[in-house]
């Protein structure tokens, strides 16, 4: 009875287990330091993550190998009628050959879960600075829009140092915008719109490529970012936006015949 | 429908009417549709609608002279009976769910510049429909009775119900789509014609399950465990009807 | 033992002669041959699919074709035909069919008729689908099916693939409904829940999933024909339809049916491992229960396979909780897999070196699951080869080598011959290092970055580890090609050639070898068979031999 009893309390104590790593954890962290990350991008902290996510993984994954490859080596059969002698569990350890083990992965999960929870608020909380790029996904095209009449196709330019947040929209079916280097990527579908942010700090290109199946040219669905010094993107977009300037201009002194033609494109593309 | 197997016996049992039934609906039926809507051609569709009811309607017969009162019942059927209509509860849920989702997301319902639609036919079809439970009970006590004539009788009642009520949708359907309210106008039409389709559908089926039983019943020949299955599918069908009157006309 | 068929020579008493015996036949041992052909064929397309589809993508540009269509057919093809034509088929029709009747004692299944009407909708679904490669406007929706895609005119025909997932669908429920009363009615007298093989569990309750989820996807797909052929607006934004409602519905199904597929391949697993090791398995009710609890644990986690489809966040780190939970069961399931090696007496017999291949393979395979089901980490994997690997070492690999492994491990009882070991093993192990050199090397790729379903990655040609990984990829399948090949020559050589099996080749408990004849005749038993209270399929030491009651007068007619 006593020893019973006992046990039940160790079992039952077994249970507030998961708990550590997540309370070290949460007191690990102060909010202050929460707040910006210690100016972590999100992409060094999905890095981070991932690599700590990695390895426990493999160490679950050595583990349960290592034993199994022991046994396997150890237990090997060697006289012809041999049968294996597996003690027979007793109903108590059968319980505990449940609980702990359950209790082990509950708070390894929990373990990963609270780091990953961390990641997802950065990576799913927008600065309040953000600069608004207006996506929109077509077959098999990537408009970008900066806002002020400027819009490229397939190449987006952003200055450094400063976040971007797409909000992005399909004209036609599903794709996913996805920006190398900054672990992002999120659907873009017709008739909602969904968003992603990054945090360009690094100058130089990446790949921007579709990650949606979308029709024979998925694979070819591909742009580039590219991120500029401040001074080279205030040059670059002034030059843009007069250019824009002119076609609009053009466009409006060319109305008439622009309506009567946008309506024929419209229609071939659509029959 | 379980089959009189004994254990070793020196001989295969064999029918070819689950092929037939298999490969009517699962064959040619398929190929019905795409040649119809896909492809439009339409004898061929017609050829292969043709060919796939023959098929599953003549492998149903079979199916079922060669089991119902002939093998020693042993009460599974019920049993699966009941699974069936829970796998049938959760595709009709599934589209209840699409349904909601649209519903209450929408800002106004229906959405503006939907006809009024007026519901008395569908619920007069839905009384009518509902007299068919009735038969249907009264069928199996006579069953019970061991009067297999009158059960046959009872059954095709039960059909004859099911048909006016098919008539009445039908004509209900083209009542509506004669005041504008076609299948793709909005939500709220897709959500009436997709509910009274399923049904619609479902009915027909459960006019095949009810028919294959009566010639066997005809000859005298009955089988307890399949018309308590049978009696279940069709109660499922007509509360079903009574549910999507009153999701799609009255909520 | 032999003569307990009496009046079969030998101990043979062999399958049915005559081709009427073979089609129209209502046996669930020849109906579970019919799966198993089916499947088969299904891997073989399905696998040159995956052969001309790596060919490809062995370097950058065009290769063998330049088409964009006809890549998205192939892979169309090898991903629904793997999944509906060959593992579904494999596991819940063949080892469902051929063995769990037997191992459960009954003789035959509830509803033979059902039985033989379900398969015959598994070849119609599967003839359906071969003919999307003849047919002008093939399907290339992917198996995935989204809309808008698959309802604009781009993708095809449609209808082809509504129509193959709802008469595969259809099937899968009857032999759901089937299987689960033969299992829940069926067993033979003294066979209580916890005296059935684990491979019967997995099996049984991977039908229970089926029953319940596969008509969400029937209705699912039924609706994209509705919406393109007659004009309803299900998913179709301009009417109020809404193009996530059909991911949401999809995976819902398709998350549990990958444990569908999963739980009877772990009973394959279960049943070989503890025949090798002699040994009961490790704390057989808790896997029990473990196998139970994928029920509900598969059934509220979908949204990790739209993490990033725009659904709220709240629902993403909901779901990718409740997607961590699955760890649990799974772990103990593992740890039982384990621990049945323990204190073992390990016999490497072919079937047993493909069932630890998939051991192997499902560890690491399994635990790669783990980043994506963290919503934050699949913001940067999704839809990558990351998640292409994932799936192809848990299912692909893992379930391709324990489901061979179960082939190989009925294949006396199939054809009372036995497989040549040293080509058995070699086969395994040429798989195993095949497929693990296509698939290893993909997972770096796509921490690189390359993306699904892309036949080309011409933007990536300056990346050195896509480039590489493509091209080793590509050398692995050769590998796995010959060692499939080599299974195939195996399993022929076997049936015509192979030594003759003994009644008991693996020396097992279950039902299936010791009670009924080598190649079981109709009806199975001579008599209704009987176990005791403490018989145990897997229990070595001590086991009480099952009985057979007093044959009534009329046995065998
Ligand atoms: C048999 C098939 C199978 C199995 C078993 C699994 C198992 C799992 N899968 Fe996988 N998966 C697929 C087949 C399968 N999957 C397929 C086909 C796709 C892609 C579909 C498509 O898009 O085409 C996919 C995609 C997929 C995604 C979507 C990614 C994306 O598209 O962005 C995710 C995300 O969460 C995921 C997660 C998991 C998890 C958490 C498990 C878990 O079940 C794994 C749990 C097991 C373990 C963790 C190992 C054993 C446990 C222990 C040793 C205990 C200790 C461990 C811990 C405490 C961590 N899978
Ligand atoms: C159980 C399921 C399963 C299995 C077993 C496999 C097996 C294999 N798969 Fe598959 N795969 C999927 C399920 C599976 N796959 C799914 C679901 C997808 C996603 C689809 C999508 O994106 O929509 C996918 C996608 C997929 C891709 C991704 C393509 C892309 O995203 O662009 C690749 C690429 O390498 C691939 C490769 C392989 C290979 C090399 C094998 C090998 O194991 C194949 C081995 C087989 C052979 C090599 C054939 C041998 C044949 C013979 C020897 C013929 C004998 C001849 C006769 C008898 C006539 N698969
Ligand atoms: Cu756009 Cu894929
Ligand atoms: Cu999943």
Redesign the pocket.
Known sequence: MKIKSLSYKVLGTLLALPLIPTLVYAFEMDTAVRKNYNGLTPQAHWDEVWHEVMLDLIVIGVIYFAVALFFMIRYKRTGHDQVGKSPKLTGQAMIGWVVIPCMLFLGDDLFLYVKAFDLHNQMRNVPAHAQTIKVTASMWNWNYDYGNGVDTDMELRVPVGKPVIFRMTSDDVVHSHYVDGYHVTEDVMPGRVTWEWIMPVKLGESVITCRE?CGANHSKMYGKLIVMKQADYDAWMTEALADAKAESAHRVASAAIGKVTASKINEGQEG | MSEDIKHYTAHWHTSPFPMMVGFGSGLFLPWAFMLQFNYEQGTAALVCLAIGTALTVAGGLGWAGETIGVIKDENWSPSAMFMFIGTEIMTIAAVLVTYWVARLGAPVWPPVGTPEISATEPLLATIILLVSSITIGIARKRQLDGNASGFAMMVLLSVAIWAVFMVMTISNWNHLSGEGFTIGINAAATALYAFTGIHFAHIVIGILVMLTCVPSALKGRTSFSYTRAMTMYVHFVNVLGLYVLFQVYYW | MSGFMGHEPNGRPGWPKTAREWLFTVDHKVIGVWYLIGS??S??V???A??L??IE?GSVGPDITSDGNI?NLW??M???V??LG??IPALLGFVANYAVPIMVGAKDMAFPRVNAFSVWLLWSGILIALANLVIPDHFNG???GYPPYSTSDAAGNTALYTMVVVVLGMSSVFGAVNLACTVAFMRCKGMGWFQMPLTVWTVFTANIIQLIFVPVLAASVILLSLDKYLGFGFYNPETGGDVLLYQNLFWFYSHPAVYV?LLPFMGIMFEIFSVSAKNMVFSYKSAVYAILAFIPAGGDVWVHHAFVAGLPDWLRVLMSFTTLLISLPFGLLMLSLVGTLYKGAIRYSGPMMWALGAWMILIFGALTGIPNALSAIDYGISDS?VI?SH??YV???S??MATFAGIFYWFPKLTGRICNETMTKLSAIG?FI??NT??GP?YFAGIAGM?????DYQQFADNAVIVGAQHW?TI??YI??LS??LM?VTWIHGMLKGEKSSQNPWGSQSLEWTSTALIAGQGNFPTPVEVAEDWHPYRYIDNPKPTFQPAPASAGH
């Open positions: 199946y | 088969l064929a891997f073989a399905a696998g040159l995956a052969t589809m790596r993508l890549y892979l169309t090898h991903g629904a793997m999944i060959f593992q992917m198996w995935t597929i080869y292409m799936f192809h299912m692909a690999v379930g391709s798989f095949g497929m296509v698939m993909l993306p699904r379903r892309y036949m990829s692995g399948l796995t090609f499939v090949l195939v």
